[in-house]
Nanobody
Framework: QVQLVESGGGLVQAGGSLRLSCAASGRTMYTMGWFRQAPGKERELVAAITWDHGTYYADSVKGRFTISRDNAKNTVYLQMNSLKPEDTAVYSC?????????????????????WGQGTQVTVSS
């Protein structure tokens, strides 16, 4: 059974920081990503990281968020600094156990087979 278990969400003031973690079990995840969905908005890819630690960031979080991973632990992290109220959303980690080539990441939800349960991040102004 494959599971992705997230932790680390919560309520923080604008300018603050949070660190999200997502531990995968059951299969090795090659590319992993963090998506977010705010009320009334579509789910969007925030950041992704490949097996060999290549990274992608949405323009809205560049310079503020850092994605990293520990392959030995099959875990991905999202360090979020300088948080803004517009970062408020449910954050979900996603992973694919299909190797699509070095450096591959997908921007669409459908490109990831496995998902965490989601964790709420609320940034107050």
């Amino acid at each position: 059974q494959v599971q992705l278990v997230e932790s680390g969400g919560g309520l923080v003031q604008a300018g603050g920081s949070l660190r999200l973690s997502c531990a995968a079990s059951g299969r090795t995840m090659y590319t992993m990503g963090w998506f977010r969905q705010a009320p009334g908005k579509e789910r969007e890819l925030v950041a992704a990281i490949t097996w060999d630690h290549g990274t992608y960031y949405a323009d809205s979080v560049k310079g503020r968020f850092t994605i990293s991973r520990d392959n030995a632990k099959n875990t991905v992290y999202l360090q979020m600094n300088s948080l803004k109220p517009e970062d408020t959303a449910v954050y979900s980690c996603a992973g694919t156990s299909t190797f699509r080539g070095s450096g591959w990441y997908g921007r669409g939800s459908s490109e990831y087979e496995y998902w965490g349960q989601g964790t709420q991040v609320t940034v107050s102004s």
